[in-house]
């Protein structure tokens, strides 16, 4: 085992990089944050929407929501996969088909979260807004998303090991994350396949395991300040 | 342009649709074997003894923290050399894709369904506990006559949300070379070169199941409402 | 000032407000009262429109608030609205609650919204709190921040839903006595409120609503004195006998 990890190591972090492509630990990571960033404003948008009076709106995003949460996220990277290079014109490479496969599955739930945390501030806040004058959209940014999203971090910092976990769909075309990585490791030492995977696994378990303590840190450090004190 | 026609009848139909049927029954298998080891492992986490319950977690942990391709690779590809030779044998000529598969998708699923039922234990009030305690009854008598049969209407709701999960997770399955619906999507495509035809009975499979799920799950909160003691 | 004509209003099947005819004007105080679900907090949710009307017209300073084209977050900034449950905004502090909406809505610089805010604050006698959070005030303090909020956007009408229900005893009387010098100062203010002695010493009428009407409309004095609807004359003789209004005694 020891070997193992001392022959390995750097291509399991950074995969061929800087011969090559970013790869391995570094680039499941990269992929994770920037898909998650690039889902937060798709994220804001639909929740918002969800919220919205206007039928029009509401429900072609309320629809799109559920086919996207009743469909597993392969098949999303497939669809991606096999048609974006029609729709865009471009030969898409792995990482952008599965960065626009996460932005898109992410968002929607984030949307979710997003809707729930507005949902959850209740609409004593939104009323007050609205009654002195405010429109809908600065009531909105500056009354209850600031307050909403506050609500909301733990449940973000959760998003975001999901996330993670997610770009270990990109072995499957082809996109050299760690998992893909791991394999090729296996392949290439071939008798010891219980060994590499298990340390696969830690690595994801410490990446992992560290940011759901974070979010649990934080979710304590906001129930520890004092309620605000408004009579039932 | 799009033929439908394609998938709707003839060989490649047969295909998806023996697709469709093995991810139907690695969900219902998993199902089947995860629930149990759920409660199990819930029951662990709430045991009164520290050990016992450390165990719990750390089970929880390590599922819940690697994802589930991982998990996947490790049956398929690890675990198995670590058997003795002559169940390795015998794994190999059988359907050790299969085999990986429904273990991996079980403890999984059984991680995340754990808690599911512990939170749904401990939003029973303490008080009903003690009640059984002081009426006798041992840990697990009370657990089984007095807090699981009231924590199950809180529970059935989360539980039919990770049912939908883990029909979803089925389609990972493909990456060890299990036959269900997403390979054989992929195996009409690259026969067919019909991308569009194979992934739209795919996806379409997918979201009437998932529809049947959440409506099974609307209909218990509609008919079992939760009410507070 | 403000008028109704045959307004009527329903939530599904229940109808909430009957053929409300009424006229208030300019500098008065009318108090709105009446037992629970009678109507009189959804009535005066009507005038910003944070309830919608199915019938009638509703107009203030002669202008029809439904009209199509109206501009419903001009027609609120000139009206404030005081909530039951204060809801102030527990991110902001006590100055800046009082500042958002007059600079979000380009009214007054952050400069002038600030002088204008402390100056308010120390009007309802919390010029020391302009920088604490809600969460640090009692619920009494936060009513009156609340109250400065309203002022702030300089409104010719302000509307009370029963600003002192959710407050404990003692701090009513803080909260009655600003509503009682904005009275004095002119304001034209519509209170539902269950503050019989706060009706009786600022209210210029008292409106007593019950089922969705206007059953009675008297001066204070002839309302508790000599109620005429036999519901008011039930209301009336509830409150001066609280704890014989029930069964068994």
Not at chain 1, 220 to 226: D, H, Q, T
Not at chain 2, 141 to 160: D, E, G, K
Request: hydrophobic fraction near 50%.
């Amino acid at each position: 085992m020891r070997d193992l990890i001392d022959t390995y190591w750097l291509y399991f972090l950074v995969g061929q990089y800087p011969k090559g492509p970013l790869g391995g630990l570094a680039l499941t990571v990269l992929l994770a944050a920037l898909a998650l960033l690039l889902a937060m404003p798709l994220g804001l948008a639909l929740g918002v929407a969800r919220l919205s009076l206007w039928r029009a709106v509401r429900w072609p995003v309320t629809a799109l929501v559920f086919v996207v949460r009743g469909t597993p996220l392969l098949m999303v990277v497939f669809w991606a996969y096999f048609f974006l290079p029609t729709l865009t014109g471009y030969k898409t490479g792995q990482f952008s088909t599965m960065l626009i496969a996460l932005v898109v599955f992410d968002g929607v739930y984030l949307a979710e979260i997003v809707r729930a945390g507005i949902v959850g501030l209740g609409r004593g806040q939104m009323e007050a807004a609205r009654s002195l004058g405010l429109t809908h959209f600065q009531a909105l940014r500056s009354v209850v998303l600031p307050q909403a999203l506050r609500h909301m971090l733990p449940s973000l910092v959760n998003q975001f090991v999901s996330t993670i976990k997610e770009t270990s769909l990109g072995y499957i075309i082809g996109l050299s994350e760690v998992s893909f990585i791991a394999t090729q490791i296996n392949t290439q030492v071939f008798t010891k396949p219980a060994q590499v995977y298990l340390c696969l696994g830690v690595a994801y378990f410490v990446l992992c395991f560290g940011l759901s303590r974070l979010a649990y840190g934080i979710e304590s450090r906001g129930k520890r300040r004092p309620p605000p004190r408004v009579p039932a | 342009m799009f033929d439908l026609s394609l998938v709707l009848s003839g060989s490649y139909h047969a295909m998806l649709v023996a697709g469709l049927r093995l991810s139907l029954e690695l969900a219902a298998l998993t199902l089947l074997f995860a629930l149990p080891l759920a409660v199990l492992v819930a029951l662990l986490r709430l045991a009164p003894v520290r050990p016992l319950r450390w165990l719990g977690f750390a089970y929880v942990e390590a599922i819940r923290n690697i994802p589930l391709l991982a998990h996947m690779l490790f049956w398929y590809f690890g675990a198995p050399e670590l058997l003795p030779e002559a169940l390795k044998e015998r794994l190999y000529e059988g359907d050790i894709e299969v085999i990986s598969a429904i273990v991996a998708l079980t403890l999984y699923t059984a991680a995340y369904m754990a808690e599911d039922i512990r939170s749904g234990v401990r939003a029973i009030a303490p008080v009903q506990f003690e009640a059984g305690r002081s009426l006798g009854l041992g840990f697990l008598a009370t657990m089984r006559l007095v807090i699981l049969p009231q924590a199950l209407r809180i529970t059935v709701p989360p539980l039919i949300s990770q049912t939908l999960n883990l029909w979803k997770n089925t389609s990972i399955a493909t990456v060890i070379g299990v036959g269900e619906l997403m390979y054989q999507a992929a195996q009409v495509e690259s026969a067919s070169f019909r991308s569009f035809e194979a992934f739209a009975f795919a996806t379409a499979s997918y979201l009437s199941v998932s529809l049947l799920i959440t409506g099974l799950a609307a209909w218990y909160q509609h008919r079992y409402p939760v009410r507070a003691a | 000032m403000i008028r109704f004509e045959g307004v009527n209003k329903w939530y599904g099947s229940y109808q909430a407000l009957v053929d409300i005819d009424e006229t208030i004007a300019k500098g008065e105080v009318v108090v709105v009262c009446g037992p629970s679900g009678s109507g009189k907090s959804t009535l005066i949710r009507t005038l910003n429109r944070l309830e919608p009307i199915q019938g009638g017209r509703i107009e203030i300073d002669g202008r029809d608030i439904h009209a199509p084209g109206t501009d419903v977050n001009a027609l609120r900034s000139r009206i404030g609205f005081v909530f039951q449950q204060f809801n102030l905004f527990p991110h902001l502090t006590a100055l800046q609650n009082c500042t958002l909406a007059p600079v979000q809505l380009g009214r007054l610089t952050p400069a002038q919204a600030a002088e204008q805010a402390r100056a308010l604050l120390d009007r309802v006698g919390l010029a020391n709190k302009a920088d604490a959070y809600p969460a640090e005030l009692s619920g009494g303090q936060q009513q009156r921040v609340a109250i400065a909020r309203a002022l702030a956007q300089q409104p010719p009408l302000m509307l009370f839903d029963e600003p002192t229900s959710a407050l404990d005893p003692e701090m009513v009387g803080e909260v009655l006595a600003v509503m009682r010098g904005l009275a004095r100062d002119g304001m034209t203010m519509i209170c539902v409120t269950h503050e019989m002695g706060f009706a009786r010493e600022v209210a210029d009428r008292v409106l007593f609503m019950d089922g969705g009407r206007i059953l009675e409309r008297a001066t204070p004095a002839d309302f508790f004195l000599h109620p005429q609807h036999p519901r008011a004359q039930q209301f009336v003789a509830d409150i001066r006998r609280p704890f014989a209004a029930g069964p068994g005694f």
